[in-house]
């Protein structure tokens, strides 16, 4: 029981705010953009294996309950099996998060240049790391931060496993596109009365993508 | 001289540097006379209002991180309903200030009391004026003009905030807690409307909070927009 207590405890810490959190957001989140038309896990994972390289578009709405309308950010999106990811920005901040080999950096445009976020935690994200293959293999019900299950229309609803990521966020909810391979909106639910709704546009997979995009900023 | 001594001294200098400056004339207009408020207008909002930042924070040691921030103020009512975020959205603090601070929200490392009261403390400076009239107006010794208000911290140390206006559009808000520097604040005030808006608010803040756990917040505007009582 002292065991279970601890890992808890150490597993809540991966959770802290910034970076830390955005990464598993992130990861699930890109993973989510490789499942095909989810009508069974099998289904899932083939699809996801036929996936090499996504490049997509999306929007961004916050829904507060403070906020009258959401607020909206702008950006793109790049990944690369197996581990690569480039999750940009373009509005109303100029962010970009960088994922390549391993290692993770997040660059911020500020009035006063480009400035390195200090949120990165390294140690946490070799452990996001680790969980990245899994989830693009289609692997969601073996996820250990998070619990999968398909729903009707179809839906993957994921909920987190431990209590620490599950006073943060309290689902997420995946809606595949008709097309094979794409998924049109991502809900990340952290209470009733606050959620992003993410919207993924002008999907592309598998067309050739060249490392730098992951490695630098340009 | 020896080198503890001149430390000793430097300390000192810099004790009396951050220390309250003296008012060494009264104003001339005598426009902040007791009982009349001066015309902070374009410096605090006034009604309901609510605000979206980006915050640019730069931490001890010098780290640095954005966020986003999302205020609603009640310059009637004194209230304020601070929501910060991450830049992918998720919400790491939410709180609101009247007579008491209420956390609705908080994620580690934004989930301790001391933040809550720091973040309120901080948004209030910027965004409610200083409570009563000035006690003291005039000039400071660079000439800039001055309003000071006297209050008291929630646990009873004096608590001074002078208000310094340094051109059309430049402010300096200095807030001394038992007579030393604890917040140096300045706001560029808007050359025209916000978009949307016929409100003069400032673009863009920036707070000093001096000290071995001191750390920078600059604040730029991206929306406002007058708002009901929520």
Same mark, same amino acid.
């Given at each position: ?41 099998? @289904? ?8 090499? @390289? ?41 962010? @970009? ?101 993410? @919207? ?19 | ?58 931490? $001890? ?26 830049? *992918? ?46 006690? *003291? ?64 608010? $400032? ?19 991206? *929306? ?7």
């Amino acid at each position: 029981m002292k065991m279970d207590n601890r890992r808890g405890k150490a597993r809540g810490q991966r959770f802290h705010g910034g970076l830390g959190l955005a990464v598993p957001v992130c990861l699930v989140v890109s993973a989510a953009l490789c499942i095909g038309w989810a009508d069974s896990w099998e @289904t899932i994972r083939q699809d996801a294996a036929k996936i090499h @390289t996504i490049r997509a578009g999306f929007v961004q709405e916050k829904f507060l309950k403070i906020l009258k309308k959401p607020l909206i950010s702008k950006g793109m999106f790049y990944f690369k099996a197996p581990d690569s990811l480039r999750w940009e920005y373009r509005s109303p901040i100029q962010s @970009t998060l960088l994922m390549h080999g391993g290692k993770i950096k997040r660059y911020i445009r500020t009035d006063q240049g480009l400035i390195e976020d200090a949120g990165a935690r390294l140690q946490a994200m070799q452990v996001v790391m680790r969980e990245i293959t899994g989830w693009l293999a289609g692997r969601f019900n073996n996820n250990p931060d998070f619990k999968a299950a398909l729903a009707p229309g179809p839906r993957i609803v994921l909920t987190p496993r431990n209590p620490a990521l599950a006073g943060i966020i309290q689902k997420i909810v995946l809606v595949p596109a008709k097309r094979p391979g794409v998924i049109r909106t991502v809900f990340i639910y952290e209470s009733e009365r606050s959620y992003t709704k993410l @919207t993924f546009t002008d999907c592309r997979l598998n067309e050739k993508m060249d490392d730098r995009i992951f490695q630098e900023l340009k | 001289m020896r080198p503890l001594t001149l430390l000793f001294l430097c300390l000192c200098l810099v004790s009396c540097a951050a220390g309250v400056p003296r008012i060494v004339a009264p104003s001339a207009t005598g426009q902040t006379a007791a009982g009349r408020k001066p015309d902070l207008a374009p410096l605090f909002p006034s009604g309901t209002w609510r605000f979206v930042h980006s915050i640019e924070a730069t931490l $001890p040691g010098g780290r640095k991180t954005v966020l986003m921030g999302v205020t609603e103020v009640s310059s009637t009512q004194r209230t304020l309903h601070c929501v910060l975020m991450s830049i *992918e959205g998720l919400v790491l603090f939410d709180g609101r200030k009247g007579r008491t601070i209420r956390v609705d929200r908080a994620v580690p490392p934004f989930n301790s009391g001391k933040f809550a009261q720091g973040l309120m403390a901080d948004v209030s400076l910027m965004l409610l004026s200083p409570p009563g009239t000035p006690v *003291e107006t005039g000039t400071l010794e660079n000439g800039q003009p001055v309003y000071r208000y006297r209050t008291r911290t929630p646990d009873g140390k004096p608590l001074i905030t002078d208000v310094i206006r340094q051109g059309k559009h430049r402010w300096t808000i200095n807030q001394y807690e038992a007579g030393r520097l604890r917040r140096h604040l300045r706001a560029l005030v808007g050359r025209g409307a916000t978009a949307g808006t016929t409100a003069t608010v $400032p673009e863009k803040w920036e707070l000093t909070v001096p000290g071995p756990r001191g750390y920078d917040l600059r604040l730029t505007l991206l *929306e406002a927009a007058p708002a009901g009582p929520s």
